[in-house]
């Protein structure tokens, strides 16, 4: 039993042999018909008349059949304008040299047109079957680009691939894009070419897929966080006035003499979960304001080592227990700051250190001018952050995995920083300096009127901050 393939190509090659075969047969009745018309024409005809009818023959048939065809019907007219038109006639003879040129001159001329017409038939052929590849390919992508899911594929193009390569042609997605044709040689270096075309088109399409539904994702997840943010901020708001009561009430009976210790600690409680949770409304508030870019930086210029020994002054109760390392030159510059957001910024550094490292361990604070930047470094001899979650820890709400679910942390406070020293084109960063630790660099830009050069010996004030 044939193969479906082979049975194909068989049938191929005796299409072939047969249309062969008849070109041959048409090459020889129209020189039979020729010899007729010439032998009723000689007697009134000039030979070059009787040339062109002969050359007339060949030249139809090249325009129909291949060169085999065409080169039996040039040398058989030839011989055939020999034996009936060039004296003697009836005879293959060539006496005198004009009947020889003549001869040769019909023989070369027949040969040069059918050469042309074969040619031209040739490419012809060629421009036909490139206009129809080239079709069923503009076909195929169209087909392509409106599919919704990538299932579809095969389903699409394998009609357009038979229509290319035969009705043994196949798509498998699996594990990638491949296109079989069923044949049983190599494909020629032109069927490479369409089939890479092929599987380019599919690729595109497929990555088109990819694209719209990572589109429609960030679609999806933008519209949950602006949500999501919308709803935070509402409560947030709705919240704040209830825990400013809370707290003032709390403070005020706290004041208030003839407690017992149980009520003195229950209040102190409250006073302390309060203000805990005023942060976190006030760190959600931040949050939601900065992403949204509502809010309106209020810049003047400020002393940022004042702002740094302010903060200092409100977490001492806190930071009784641990050494403070304050190092400031004596002559740094203004620098134009939102003191409020860089307030918060530097409160959530240090709250970032009491919470995540050892009670009684030293932190130290350094300033210094950089090019045309004020950097602010705060180091602590914490366990440090690993080099993986360096820049994941300023994702909102992304707690590291050593933290802990009691420890009062909401994953915002990095988020913040970030996003306030963004909005002053500065920026901040994490890393874990030889020692161990984290040191955290606060860069925030000094304009170009207020910069003001670093000697070279910089008189550093170090105070140290202790119980």
């Not at 009784?320 to 190092?327: C, G, T």
């Not at 361990?361 to 180091?379: F, K």
Request: hydrophobic residues 45%.
């Amino acid at each position: 039993m044939i193969a479906p393939v082979q049975a194909t190509a068989y049938s191929g090659r005796l299409r072939a042999i047969n249309a062969e075969l008849s070109g041959f047969l048409w090459g020889a009745l129209v020189n039979v018909a020729t010899a007729q018309v010439s032998l009723a024409w000689a007697p009134r005809a000039h030979l070059a008349h009787l040339l062109v009818l002969y050359l007339l023959g060949p030249v139809l048939i090249s325009t129909r059949f291949g060169l085999a065809v065409s080169m039996f019907t040039v040398i058989t007219s030839a011989l055939s304008f020999d034996y009936f038109c060039i004296p003697p006639r009836f005879a293959f003879a060539l006496p005198d040299t004009e009947g020889v040129i003549t001869f040769v001159g019909m023989l070369l001329m027949a040969t040069l047109v059918c050469l042309l017409n074969v040619r031209l038939r040739y490419q012809r052929t060629l421009a036909r079957s490139s206009e129809a590849r080239t079709s069923i390919l503009c076909e195929l992508s169209l087909d392509l680009s409106e599919i919704t899911t990538v299932a579809e594929l095969p389903t699409v193009a394998e009609p357009h691939l038979k229509r290319l390569f035969g009705s043994q042609a196949r798509v498998r997605l699996q594990p990638l894009i491949e296109i079989t044709t069923g044949a049983a040689d190599r494909p020629t270096a032109e069927q490479q070419l369409l089939l890479d075309t092929c599987v380019d088109r599919m690729g595109a399409a497929i990555e088109r897929l990819a694209l719209q539904a990572a589109a429609r994702k960030a679609e999806v997840d933008a519209e949950a966080e602006r949500t999501r943010n919308a709803l935070l901020s509402s409560v947030s708001h709705d919240l704040k006035t209830p825990l400013s009561s809370i707290l003032t009430a709390g403070t005020a009976l706290l004041t208030h003499p003839g407690q017992t210790p149980t009520q003195h600690e229950l209040l102190v409680t409250i006073v302390e979960e309060t203000e805990r949770l005023n942060a976190l409304l006030t760190n959600l508030l931040s949050v939601t304001r900065l992403e949204s870019g509502s809010i309106s930086l209020n810049k003047r210029s400020e002393a940022l080592d004042d702002l740094v020994l302010s903060v200092l002054s409100r977490l001492s109760g806190r930071l009784s227990a641990r050494k403070v390392d304050l190092r400031i030159p004596h002559d740094l510059p203004l620098i134009p700051i939102d003191p409020t957001l860089i307030d918060q910024v530097l409160v959530n550094l240090l709250e970032n250190i009491l919470r995540y490292t050892p009670p009684g361990s030293p932190i130290r604070i350094e300033m210094s001018q950089a090019d045309q930047e004020m950097v602010l470094s705060i180091r602590d001899q914490g366990p440090g952050i690993p080099e993986g979650e360096r820049e994941r820890v300023f994702e909102k709400f992304y707690r590291g995995r050593g933290t802990s679910a009691l420890d009062g942390g909401t994953g915002l406070g990095l988020t913040i920083c970030r996003a306030v020293a963004a909005a002053h084109q500065g920026s901040i960063t994490l890393s874990s300096p030889t020692g161990g630790g984290t040191l955290v660099e606060l860069r925030l830009p000094i304009p170009d009127a207020d910069y003001v050069a670093t000697p070279a010996v910089s008189p550093w004030t170090q105070r140290s901050l202790q119980s």
